[in-house]
C-alpha cells in the first residue's frame, strides 16, 4: 500500500476509535505507532518511544499551560465568575435580555483569566442560570447563550488551545495573543447584539429586571477590581518585556492565588480541588500531545501535507479557496470531536500547506491569521450538533431544558460566529491590526 493512501486512510480509521469513545490520546497514539511500523518497521518506532516523552516534555513553553490552567481553576473558586456576573448585570440587567448579555460580558472578563473553554462554560453556568431561570429567561435563550459565551474562554487571551497552536506552528505566543483580542471583542460584541435581536423578535424570552443604581455598581465593582488588575499586569507585562508567557501565567496564577486564600469561603478542601483539577486536565492534554507527536510523526512519513500542497500548486488553486474549504471542513469536524482534537489532528497537515501559499502577507503575519481562524472555526464547534460539547454541559446543568431547545437557543449565536469568520476572512488587516501598531 502506498504511503500516501496509508496517511488517508488513517484519519477513518482514527474517527472510529473515537466513536467507540477510545481516549483522543491513546487513538492517536494507537494509529501513529501501528502506521510508523507499517512503514518503516519495528526499529524506528522503538526509538522513537524512548526519545519522543523527554523531548516534547521537557519543552520549556508547555509549562505555561498548567499555569493559566491553575489560575482559572484559582479564580472559579475565589469566586470571581459570581462577582463578574453581579457586576455585569448591575450595569445592563435593567435593559430587555439584559441578564443574558450580562452573562456573556461576565464569560469574557472570566475568560481572559481562564483560557479553557469548558471551564467558562461549567463555572459560568453555575453562578448564571438559577439567575436567569429565576427572572423568567426562556429556557432556550438562557442555556444557549451560557453554551455560546463559554467559547470566549479559548478565544480571549489567555488560551491553552492558542498557546498549542503556537507550539506546534513555532510562533510567538505573546504575538498569537495580541492578534486575539480584536477577535475577541467582536465575538463578545456580536454576542451581545445576537441577544438584543433575539428578545426583540422572540417576546418575553428576556424580560428586564429593576435598573441598579450607580452607588451600588461601584459597591460591586470593589468585588473585581482584582481580576482586571491581574488580567493588565499579567498581559501588560508580557507586551511591555517585563516577563515571558510562561513567567506572566505564573503571575497569574500567584494573584489568583492570592485573592482565592484571602476569601473567608476558600478553604482548605477547595486548595485541594484546585490543584487535583489542575493536574488531571493537565495529564489529560500531555497525554494528547503525546499522542499527537506519534500520529504526526507517522503523517509526515506518509508525505500527507507535501502531496496536498503538491496537488494545490499543480491546479493551480486560489489561496482563499483553499482556507475557505479549510474552515468547513473544520466546521463538520466540530459535529464530531473536541478543540483541541481538531488543532493536533489537522495543523500537522494543513499548516504547511497554508505556508507555501502567497496571499500578500509575511510568513509570520499568515501563520497568525491562520490560527486565529482556526481558533474561532473550532470554538463553532463547540456549539454545533451533535455533540457541541458547551452545549451538553449547560443543558445538563440546567436539566430542565430540552437539548432542542439548548440547540435551538445557540443558533443567534452560531450566525454571528459566521458573520464574524467571513469578517475576517475577508479582512485580514482586522486581525493583524494589533500587531502592526505595537
Not at 423568567?136 to 467559547?151: F, P, Q, R
Not at 486575539?180 to 456580536?190: C, Q, R, V
Request: glycine share 10%; net charge positive; aromatic share 12%.
Amino acid at each position: 500500500m502506498e504511503k500516501f493512501v496509508l496517511g488517508i486512510i488513517a484519519f477513518p480509521i482514527l474517527f472510529s476509535m473515537l466513536a467507540l469513545r477510545v481516549p483522543i490520546g491513546l487513538a492517536m497514539l494507537i494509529v501513529g505507532c501501528s502506521g510508523t511500523i507499517m512503514i518503516a518497521g519495528w526499529l524506528p518506532i522503538l526509538s522513537q518511544v524512548k526519545t519522543s516523552a523527554w523531548h516534547l516534555f521537557s519543552n520549556y513553553s508547555l509549562s505555561v499551560i498548567p499555569l493559566f490552567l491553575l489560575m482559572g481553576n484559582f479564580a472559579g473558586k475565589a469566586g470571581m465568575s459570581e462577582a463578574l456576573f453581579k457586576f455585569t448585570g448591575a450595569c445592563l440587567g435593567h435593559r430587555k435580555g439584559g441578564v443574558a448579555m450580562a452573562a456573556i460580558g461576565a464569560c469574557a472578563g472570566f475568560g481572559a483569566i481562564c483560557g479553557s473553554s469548558l471551564a467558562t462554560a461549567a463555572t459560568m453556568g453555575k453562578v448564571a442560570l438559577p439567575e436567569l431561570r429565576r427572572l423568567g429567561y426562556s429556557g432556550a435563550l438562557s442555556t444557549g447563550t451560557l453554551a455560546a459565551g463559554g467559547t470566549l474562554g479559548i478565544l480571549i487571551p489567555p488560551s491553552v488551545i492558542l498557546i498549542i497552536y503556537s507550539i506546534l506552528t513555532e510562533q510567538n505566543i505573546a504575538k498569537m495573543f495580541l492578534a486575539a483580542f480584536i477577535p475577541g471583542i467582536l465575538a463578545a460584541m456580536g454576542y451581545i447584539l445576537a441577544i438584543a435581536l433575539y428578545v426583540r423578535f422572540v417576546k418575553e424570552s428576556g424580560p428586564t429586571k429593576e435598573r441598579v443604581g450607580w452607588k451600588q455598581r461601584l459597591f460591586l465593582f470593589k468585588n473585581i477590581w482584582q481580576i482586571i488588575l491581574i488580567f493588565f499586569i499579567m498581559i501588560g507585562g508580557i507586551y511591555l518585556g517585563w516577563f515571558t508567557p510562561t513567567e506572566g501565567g505564573a503571575i497569574g496564577a500567584g494573584g489568583a492565588g492570592l485573592i482565592a486564600f484571602s476569601n473567608k469561603n476558600f478553604k482548605y478542601k477547595d486548595l485541594v480541588d484546585v490543584i487535583e483539577s489542575t493536574a488531571i486536565t493537565s495529564a489529560m492534554i500531555f497525554l494528547v500531545l503525546l499522542g499527537a507527536e506519534f500520529f504526526n510523526s507517522f503523517i509526515a512519513l506518509t508525505q500527507l501535507p507535501n502531496q496536498l500542497s503538491k496537488i494545490a500548486l499543480e491546479n493551480n488553486l486560489s489561496p482563499y479557496l483553499i482556507v475557505a474549504c479549510i474552515l468547513v471542513l473544520y466546521l463538520f469536524l466540530g459535529c464530531l470531536m473536541d478543540s483541541l482534537a481538531m488543532i493536533l489532528l489537522t495543523i500537522p497537515v494543513f499548516f504547511p500547506l497554508i505556508m507555501i501559499l502567497d496571499f500578500g502577507m509575511s510568513a509570520e503575519e499568515t501563520a497568525i491569521w491562520f490560527g486565529i481562524l482556526t481558533l474561532i472555526v473550532v470554538e463553532v464547534g463547540l456549539i454545533t450538533p451533535p455533540v457541541g460539547l458547551n452545549v451538553f454541559i449547560i443543558n445538563k446543568m440546567a436539566g430542565d431544558v430540552s437539548i432542542i431547545d439548548t440547540f435551538k437557543g445557540v443558533l443567534p449565536f452560531l450566525f454571528s460566529d459566521i458573520l464574524r469568520v467571513i469578517l475576517l476572512f475577508s479582512f485580514p488587516g482586522i486581525t493583524l491590526f494589533l500587531l502592526k501598531v505595537f
